[in-house]
């Protein structure tokens, strides 16, 4: 009799549940859901490496072809994975790392680099292919983002994810803002979710020495908008004319300093017999913006003419499809670190066309302008040739 009653009333508690779920589910209505401020934690930024790479956030690693950067990020997998010491001396606590290369073989290039940084091997898994149906296909990041994601968290442990070169995600065009920022958001997601550090390479566009190195990342501005810190690395001449000093500079950061960087050289190391890979040692820290350490002292180019010049090649990739409402350049230009003053100068030395609306003002391209525009991206297919074609030269040497 008293087990009945206890299943009575186990029962109607499980009813009782089911009718609760079922009533929540009715009244969850579709449309924008939104969330107070007062129902948020404040919350620091979680540092992988301290005011340098961030927990889930995206970072771009940009500069000239021959400058390392593929063997820095490799740095930086080595000393997560051995749970080594970054530049500043302080300590990384150990984890696993991924890395989708398009450019480098990970058996004889990207490997022999981690050996001869001192990275963990077992730690670091290569985005090689994927099955679909038995059958093995190239992976694809518009397809196969969310089995990459249930792969790395089979693996467990995931600090830092490496995108060689981050234009590989954007099966679009590239230098279109929209097209761009839709194609990194997967990527942007993958990392939040697991809480690792994003870096993505890419390339320097010709030109534009002596401006914000920034804004010579090549491709869409939105590669830099979307990006939480931004990272360079260049050679540079010194005081005494040595042209042999590198250095890793902060170009932009949303989330913490925006400047400084550290000495860094290029080593040849053999960590296997017969196994030869080049590796990063690191030298002093230095103070300074990029703009500042990675500029030749004796260019003498004119700082303020340079911004202008930086913001109009800005408005003319923002402005190109048309009317802009004024709030989105202003938005844009802060991400990508061009400040509101010297948009508005060069808007009033390009004259651009502006037109007040019935939510505010809104800008275009005149059409002088907008042929520039149109004219430079019809002249855009060959300089990326041009730009692969000095990519392969340098190969047999150090990336």
């Avoid at 534009?208 to 830099?224: E, H, I, K, L, N």
Wanted: proline content about 4%.
């Amino acid at each position: 009799m008293r087990s009945a009653t206890i299943e009575q009333a186990t029962s109607q508690i499980d009813r009782s549940m089911a009718a609760q779920v079922e009533a929540r589910s009715k009244s969850a209505r579709d449309g924008v859901v939104l969330l107070c401020g007062s129902d948020l934690k404040p919350e620091p930024v979680q540092w992988l490496w301290h005011e340098w790479l961030a927990k889930g956030k995206l970072h771009l690693l940009a500069g000239a072809p021959g400058q390392g950067k593929t063997t820095i990020a490799i740095a930086f997998a080595a000393t997560i994975t051995s749970g080594g010491r970054w530049p500043d001396g302080s300590r990384c606590e150990r984890g696993n790392v991924l890395v989708w290369s398009g450019e480098d073989d990970p058996a004889d290039t990207l490997l022999p680099r981690l050996m001869a940084a001192g990275g963990d091997r077992s730690r670091v898994y290569f985005v090689e292919s994927t099955r679909i149906a038995g059958e093995l296909l190239s992976f694809d990041p518009a397809r196969d983002m969310k089995a990459l994601q249930a792969a790395a968290e089979r693996i467990g442990d995931v600090r830092l994810i490496i995108v060689d070169p981050i234009v590989s995600a954007v099966t679009g065009d590239s230098h279109k803002n929209t097209e761009t920022r839709r194609a990194l958001q997967p990527l942007v997601d993958l990392a939040a979710s697991m809480n690792a550090a994003l870096v993505g390479i890419t390339h320097f566009s010709k030109g534009g020495q002596g401006g914000d190195p920034s804004q010579r990342v090549m491709g869409s501005v939105a590669f830099t908008a979307v990006a939480r810190v931004v990272l360079v690395a260049a050679k540079v001449k010194g005081e005494d004319g040595n042209d042999d000093r590198r250095i890793l500079a902060r170009s932009k950061s949303n989330i913490g300093p925006d400047d400084g960087g550290y000495e860094y050289n290029l080593e040849q190391g053999e960590p296997l017999p017969g196994i030869h890979a080049s590796y990063v040692t690191w030298g002093a820290s230095v103070a300074g913006s990029a703009r500042e350490l990675l500029s030749d002292p004796n260019e003498g180019q004119d700082d303020s003419k340079s911004a202008i010049d930086s913001a109009t090649e800005f408005l003319r990739e923002v402005l190109k499809d048309g009317l802009t409402p004024c709030k989105t350049i202003q938005a844009e230009g802060k991400d990508a670190g061009i400040s509101w003053a010297s948009i508005r100068r060069a808007a009033d030395s390009s004259s651009v066309v502006k037109r007040k609306g019935a939510s505010g003002w809104y800008w275009k391209l005149n059409d002088r302008e907008l042929s520039i525009q149109h004219a430079q991206e019809a002249q855009h297919a060959q300089p990326l040739k041009d730009e692969h074609l000095e990519h392969l030269e340098i190969a047999g040497g150090l990336q």
